[in-house]
Structures are given as C-alpha cells and as structure tokens.
C-alpha cells in the first residue's frame, strides 16, 4: 500500500492530527482515489452505506459499535442520511472522546448539507486528492502528468490509460453525479466535459459553454457547482486584493486531474504529450494542482488566485501562504529565459508580491529567496517546509 501524505503514519500527519482533535472526520475526495483503502487500514469497525447488508449490520450493533475504542468507519456517508443524527447523539454523549467516527464521502453537497446541519463543531473536513507527486517515486512524475493520479489509470504502471478515465468520465455521467443531484443528462454531461476540456486553463465563460448546450449560463453555472464538488472541476478566482487597479475578475478554470483531461482531449495510449493541442495548459494546471495539493495535504493555510490585468499581463498562480503573496509563473520549457524572470518581476510588482518563482522543467532549483527558477519538486518544497 502506498503510503498517502495525509495520513504517513506519524501523529503530525495530517488526518492523525485532526482524529486527535475531533470526535469525528469526513474524509472527502473523488471516488475511487483511495478514501477506502487508506480508511480501512486505520478502522477496525467498516460500513459500506451504499450496501443494504452494512446498513443493517450498523443499525443492530449500534450500541456496541459506538461504545468501543476503535476508529469506526462509515464509507459513502451521503447514501444513508439518517445516520448523520445518530452521529451527533453517539458524540454528544461523550464529548471528551476524539477520534472516534471517520466519515468518507465522494461528494461535498449531500454530504456537506448533513454535516453542517447535524454535526457541526463536532467534525472537521480533510480531502484526499488521487495520488500526487510527494507519494510517488521521482521516476513516476512524467507518468503522474500524463495519466492522472487515480491509482487504477495508469499512474502506477502505466496500463489502464486512456480507457479508464473514459469508463470513469461515463459512469460519473451516467450515474453518480445525476444520484448527487445534478439536472442534466448522460449526453449532456459528456458534451459538457468535452468542452470544459477545451476551454481549460482559459478564463470562465458560462454564456460560452451555455451557446453550445443551449443552456443559459444560470444553468451551466449551476452545472459547474455539481462537477466542481465532485472534485473535478478547479476555479481559480481573480486576484482582487486591490481594487484601485484594473484586474480582470473572471475565474479561470482547470480540471483537477491531467489523466481525465488528456483522455478527453483524445490523447492514445502510444501518443506523446508534446502532440497534444494545449499542452501548455495542461501542464499549467498539473503544476496549479500539485502545489495547492501539497499546501493541503501540509495543512497549510492558504489561498490561491489568478491574475491578469487589462493590459493582459498574467501570473499564473498567486498565493497567500504563511502570511506572504507569492507569484508563480509556469513554462514548459526546459529553458527558462531571463526575460521570462523580467516579466514575472514587473507583474509581481503591482500586486507587491514578497516572493516570485519561475516554474519550468528545467532541473533543479537556483535563486536568492526572492526570485527562484525552480522546476515542480522545488516549487513544492518551497511551498511546504
């Protein structure tokens, strides 16, 4: 089993962390990223809610269950509703004792919805993303980029790529994302992700996506709400911490994962990356979603933007982090340029950036501290100790 960075097995791991502070967990992420596997190699006491025999199983030993010493563990929370009450009781009547309940969940709406109706100041929130580059060895990183960190697509030995995004995209559209409560058919959702698949990396336009629909952009927006709590979908919002200047306040949006992406952008299994319209914006967003998975998996507070102005001068990823605004600047290049370091200096400068980084390909890491080229590993190293 790989070891996952939320839970390394050390007390100040994350998820260990919150277990000693709190009666009970929702651990949330997409489905099948390894929220089962990793919960059930810390609980004794396992429920499967979308299983009518676990349901039972947990209503007769009810009693015997809450009352034991072991972590309890109920997967796919959201199917049984009901038991969110129960939760809140079994807690109340023994505040003193953390760590009790770890609740997993593949959607945050239904999910979310019973939580902080029932058990709110009783339960903190930890997501699990797929697999990402600090749980995997540095020889699976261009892997990592290419099928996505779900641990059956491909990422661990390269087989399963793109057929399994494609199965998976299809049983989210066909299945579970109409039981979580989205309006729109199978047909629908798979043009839907087709075209948020061209569009990523761009800013958002919803009266765009709704043209090609037919949908009015109220009702794409809405849309957008289902795949985004899916885990699917990543808005970066607009940098807009001064309003005296003239920044656009449009997100940008990016899928979470490049395997879902490049299968949807036609990617084959024998195809290299380089051919791939958009590569750049695939690699912008793997870079986007590695250090904000990082920062999270850290347990680091922070929060990301996008900036452009209207002159059209970018930064990719601006962050707020350990009480600093960094400004990050992606390339894929093997060869950053120095006047790719000018630019990223003279946009950071209206945002009065404490730290600016240059994200290439290239190896290795150089800079005083304040202005850094770096490739992935160190930008995520920076970010993170």
């Keep these: 089993m790989i070891e996952r ?25 997409p489905r099948q990223c390894g929220k089962t596997t990793l919960a059930r190699s810390l609980g004794s006491h396992y429920f499967d809610m979308e299983q009518e025999t676990d349901r039972l199983r947990l209503d007769l030993q009810w009693a015997d269950v809450t009352a034991a010493s072991e972590l309890v563990v109920i997967d796919e929370a959201q199917a049984s509703p009901e038991i969110f009450p129960r939760l809140r009781g079994a807690i109340d009547a023994d505040r003193r004792r953390n760590g009790r309940f770890l609740l997993l969940g593949s959607i945050s709406p239904a999910l979310m919805r019973d939580v902080s ?41 390269g087989h399963g790529f793109p057929q399994w995004q494609r199965d998976y995209l299809t049983l989210l559209a066909q299945r579970d994302l109409p039981a979580w409560g989205l309006p729109s058919g199978p047909q629908t959702t798979r043009r839907l992700f087709g075209l948020l698949a061209a569009r990523h990396g761009q800013l ?27 885990f699917l979908i990543r808005r970066l919002p607009a940098y807009s911490a001064n309003p005296s200047k003239q920044f656009t306040k449009r997100p940008k949006m990016y899928w979470r994962d490049s395997g879902l992406l490049h299968s949807l952008s036609g990617l084959g299994i024998d195809d290299e990356l380089a ?28 929060e990301a ?11 990719d990823l601006v962050l707020r982090v350990r009480r600093e605004v960094w400004a990050i600047e992606i390339k ?4 950053p340029k120095g006047a790719d370091m000018a630019r990223l200096d003279e946009t950071a400068s ?18 005083d501290g304040v202005r850094t080229a770096c490739d992935l590993v160190g930008m995520i190293s920076a970010a993170t100790r």
């Design 5 to 29: 960075a939320i839970a390394s097995g050390t007390p100040a791991s994350l998820l260990h962390q919150r277990l000693s502070r709190y009666p009970a967990v929702a651990l949330v992420g």
């Design 117 to 157: 109706e029932s058990l709110a100041g009783r339960l903190t929130v930890v997501e699990l993303s797929p697999l990402s580059l600090r749980e995997l060895p540095p020889d699976d990183a261009e892997r990592l980029w290419r099928c996505g960190g779900f641990p059956d697509g491909g990422v661990l030995d």
């Design 204 to 230: 958002w336009n919803a009266s765009d996506i709704g043209r090609a629909l037919g949908l009015s952009y109220h009702t794409v927006n809405a849309y957008l709400d289902y795949l985004e709590g899916a």
């Design 275 to 302: 051919s791939l319209p958009g590569v750049g914006a695939s690699w912008e967003g793997h870079v986007i979603d590695q250090v904000l998975t990082a920062l999270s998996q850290a347990g680091h507070d922070h």
């Design 305 to 315: 933007w996008h900036l452009r102005t209207a002159t059209g001068r970018e930064i």
């Design 332 to 335: 894929l290049t093997t060869q």
């Design 350 to 367: 209206l945002i009065g950036a404490h730290r600016k980084f240059l994200v290439s390909r290239q190896p290795g890491s150089f800079g």
